[in-house]
């Protein structure tokens, strides 16, 4: 909106591909490598949770995207309850 090229704020290792969603060289999912169960439920609340809650005290200001990110996250409690179902 403001004519800056997007970037994003959640860095390439928390993004869904990164974080147990390995793939293999033909870009398909690497069943052999990839998270499932408890392994991956673990990784998706340390990760990803706690780097978006820590958004909130980083930020610059209260008007910035990651701000606004932190401040949802940090009131957010974790539902998923099986590593497996997150994989599906």
Do not use: V
Request: glycine share 14%; hydrophobic share 30%; proline share 1%.
């Amino acid at each position: 909106m403001s004519g800056k090229r997007y970037a994003g704020i959640i860095g390439p290792e928390y993004r869904w591909g990164g974080m147990g969603g390995a793939q293999g060289q033909d870009g398909k999912l690497d069943h052999h490598t990839a998270l499932t169960g408890d392994d991956l439920k673990t990784l998706w609340i340390i990760s990803y949770f706690l780097t978006c809650r820590k958004f909130k005290t980083s930020a610059e200001s209260a008007a910035t995207i990651e701000y606004k990110i932190g401040e949802i996250f940090s009131e957010l409690k974790n539902k998923i309850q099986s590593g497996y179902n997150l994989r599906k």
